[in-house]
């Protein structure tokens, strides 16, 4: 189905364990997004990219790491989780820079 | 499913009734602004945008205010009704070059009373 997926839908991951959040989209978007989404902070930009190979640091990338070899797909790695990253983990894409956004459904993960 | 409705405005209107969702922005800058609607469990959904050439915009059921001088931006819905009923975050954005970032404000909780 045409769209934005992001897989899993709930991850419960230990302490210090590397955990990757998937993200694919099937318009050719250029961009595309991460946020996280906490109680009292709302979404917060985690990384962002304007096209393949082009990726570039939000308001928290502390803790993340992100690549987009392709178009259609821009995972999201944890190299060591911590319980401070327990959220919910929303990937977005855009047509254009000043274009609305279409979010996927999102990742719920918890690091214990 | 997703609490993210704690701590947040809430706006508790009755069925029928018109809902008015207000946001206020702080980036002089900015010139492109969207409304978002989050259910429980979901993740956010483009309602209707405008951009800073306009002072009004009208989507079925929707409408959204600019008022640029106090920067100022409203949600209007008609005739609110039970599906209704979600979280509803403003963001804004500025098309300069470079700035391809939305910026989101905390969000309001709409409860719509049957």
């Known amino acids: 189905d045409a769209g934005i997926t992001q897989s899993p839908r709930y991850k419960i991951t230990e302490t210090g364990r590397q955990v990757t959040l998937m993200c694919h989209q099937t318009w050719s978007h250029s961009y595309m997004f991460w946020y996280r989404q906490d109680l009292g902070h709302g979404l917060r930009l985690i990384y962002y990219s304007a096209a393949a190979d082009i990726t570039d640091k939000g308001e928290v990338p502390d803790g993340y790491v992100v690549s987009r070899s392709k178009t259609e797909n821009f995972p999201l790695t944890l190299e060591s989780a911590t319980r401070s990253q327990t959220s919910v983990y929303f990937c977005a894409s855009s047509l254009d820079k000043d274009y609305g956004y279409t979010f996927g459904s999102g990742t719920r993960l918890t690091v214990v | 499913g997703e609490s993210v409705g704690l701590h947040l405005p809430t706006l508790s209107v009755q069925e029928g009734d018109n809902s008015i969702i207000n946001c206020a922005y702080s980036?002089?800058?900015?010139?492109?602004f969207i409304w978002y609607k989050q259910e429980s469990g979901k993740g956010p959904q483009f309602i209707i945008d405008i951009r800073s050439n306009m002072d009004k915009r009208q989507g079925q059921r929707v409408t959204v205010l600019l008022n640029k001088t106090v920067k100022h931006l409203s949600l209007q819905i008609a005739a609110t009704q039970p599906g209704d009923s979600a979280v509803y975050f403003c963001?804004?954005?500025?098309?300069?070059?470079?700035?391809?970032?939305?910026?989101f404000g905390k969000g309001t909780k709409l409860s719509v009373i049957p």
């Open positions: 963001a804004e954005t500025s098309s300069g070059a470079g700035s391809y970032q939305l910026t």
């Open positions: 980036n002089s800058a900015s010139d492109y």
